[in-house]
C-alpha cells in the first residue's frame, strides 16, 4: 500500500517557479508580458486555512462565496480605483483589468484557489501587462512594482456578492456585461485537447492546452529548445497565460487573442489538431513514492504533499536533495526545483544552481503501486523514469 503523506494544517505552496529572468523590453504587443516580479508567484498561505480555524468576519447573514457563487464579470474599486474582474472558466486564474478608450491600460493576472472567498493580490501571486502610464501612482505601476499589495474577501448575502478589500467593510460588486468579440474564442473551455503548432521556418511554438492549464514549447529540427506551461483562460476575448513552470529563462505572462476558426494565436498562423489525454488527479498522485536504482546502489525516495510542494531525496540526501513545487496537467507531471544541495558528482542545471522545471508525461498510473513518468532530463543522477509504492520494514 502506498503510505498516503500526511499533512496538517496545510498551506498553500507556491505555485510557480522562477528561473533566471530576460531582459526583455515591457512594451504592449500583440503578446503581452512582463518580467518576474519575485522569487514566487504563488498563492497566499493565509488562502489555506479552513474557515472552522479562522474568524471570516463576515456580515451578520452572509456566508463565504464559493466559485458557483461567482458570475464571469463584476466592477470593483480597490484603492480608490475602478478595477473590471473577470473569473473565466475558474480553474484558478483571476484577472483585474484597467479599462479605457480606445484601448484598455492593462491589466493583473492572479493565481488563487478562492478558498473561504479570498484572493491575496500580491507580488507573489500576480503578473502585470499594461501600456505605460507615467504615474508612480497609477494601480498597475504599484501592483508591477510591489509597492501596493490588497486581499480581498468575497461572500454573498442576500443572493447578492459582495466584497470587501483588506478587511474593509463590504459592499455589492457589480454585475458587468462584457461584449463578445465574434471573431476571438471566448470561452477557455473550447481549447481542453486541443494543441496548435504556430509559426512557418525553423522554429515553431506549439502549444498544448489541459483544462484551466497551458504547456508552451519552442521547436526548432524537430527538438523542443525550451517550454513553459501554467494557467490559461479567457477573459474580456483574451487568452491569459500565466507561467507556472518553465526550462529556463521566459516570461511570466502572456495575453493573446485566439481566432474563433482557430486558425490563429495572435499574429501567426496555426494548425490545430485534438489530442487525448488521461486526466491525473494531484490528490491521486500525491503521497510518498520510492525507487532503487540497483546498478547505482541507490535510493530514490519522492514526497509530494498535498501543498503543492515536494521533496526528492537521493541516498537519503546525501547524493541529492531537491525541494519545490510540483503539478500535474492532466497526465503531465511538473517539478520546481527552487532549492538545490548536491554532492559534487552531481552534474547538469542542477549541480549550477539554475532554477529550472522538469516535466515528463506519466503513464502506467495506479494509484496504490505507482507510476511511468517519462521525461527527458538529463543531469546526473538521473531522476528515475519508474516510481513505486514504498516498501516498509515490518
Known amino acids: 500500500m502506498k503510505k498516503a503523506f500526511l499533512w496538517t494544517g496545510c498551506l498553500v505552496a507556491s505555485l510557480a517557479l522562477v528561473a533566471c529572468g530576460d531582459s526583455s523590453n ?20 493565509s488562502e489555506g486555512e479552513s474557515s472552522s480555524s479562522i474568524d471570516l468576519g463576515l456580515p451578520d447573514g452572509a456566508r463565504a462565496a ?40 492593462g491589466k493583473v493576472a492572479v493565481v488563487s484557489n478562492f478558498n473561504n472567498g479570498f484572493i491575496d493580490v500580491n507580488a507573489n501571486t500576480l503578473a502585470v501587462s499594461m501600456i505605460g502610464v507615467d504615474d508612480e501612482k497609477f494601480i498597475l505601476n504599484q501592483l508591477q512594482e510591489g509597492k501596493l499589495k490588497f486581499k480581498l474577501q468575497f461572500a454573498v448575502q442576500d443572493e447578492e456578492l459582495i466584497y470587501s478589500v483588506d478587511g474593509g467593510d463590504f459592499k455589492p460588486a457589480k454585475v458587468e456585461q462584457v461584449k463578445k468579440d465574434e471573431s476571438a474564442i471566448t470561452d477557455a473551455e473550447k481549447l481542453d485537447g486541443k494543441r496548435f503548432t504556430c509559426g512557418t521556418g ?13 504547456v508552451m514549447e519552442r521547436v526548432a529540427g524537430g527538438d523542443t529548445i525550451s517550454w513553459n506551461a501554467g494557467y490559461a483562460d479567457i477573459h474580456r476575448g483574451l487568452l491569459l497565460m500565466k507561467m507556472q513552470f518553465r526550462s529556463g529563462p521566459d516570461r511570466t505572462m502572456w495575453s493573446v487573442k485566439v481566432a474563433s476558426d482557430l486558425s490563429t494565436i495572435g ?25 532503487y536504482d540497483e546498478s547505482a546502489k541507490l535510493n530514490w525516495d519522492l514526497n509530494l504533499q498535498p501543498s503543492g510542494e515536494y521533496q526528492l531525496f537521493a541516498g537519503n540526501g546525501n547524493v541529492e536533495q531537491n525541494t519545490g513545487t510540483w503539478d500535474i496537467y492532466g497526465d503531465v507531471l511538473f517539478f520546481g526545483i527552487e532549492e538545490v544541495k548536491t554532492a559534487p558528482e552531481v552534474t547538469g542545471p542542477r549541480a549550477d544552481g539554475l532554477v529550472i522545471g522538469i516535466k515528463g508525461r506519466v503513464s502506467d498510473f495506479k494509484a496504490e503501486s505507482g507510476f511511468t513518468f517519462n521525461h527527458t532530463e538529463t543531469s546526473s543522477p538521473t531522476i528515475p523514469k519508474q516510481w513505486g509504492a514504498p516498501v516498509y520494514d515490518e
Open 26 to 45: 515591457n512594451s504592449e504587443s500583440n503578446i503581452d508580458f512582463d518580467e518576474d516580479l519575485s522569487s514566487s508567484e504563488e498563492s497566499s498561505s
Open 66 to 105: 464559493t466559485l458557483e457563487d461567482l458570475g464571469k464579470y463584476y466592477v470593483i474599486e480597490v484603492n480608490g480605483a475602478t478595477l473590471h474582474m473577470a473569473t473565466g472558466i475558474k480553474q484558478g486564474l483571476f484577472s483585474f483589468w484597467v479599462v479605457g478608450a480606445p484601448v484598455d491600460t
Open 202 to 214: 525553423d522554429t515553431t511554438t506549439v502549444y498544448s492546452f489541459y483544462k484551466g492549464r497551458y
Open 267 to 291: 499574429d501567426a498562423s496555426c494548425k490545430n489538431s485534438d489530442f487525448s489525454y488521461k486526466a491525473i488527479a494531484a490528490k491521486e498522485i500525491q503521497g510518498e513514492w520510492s525507487f
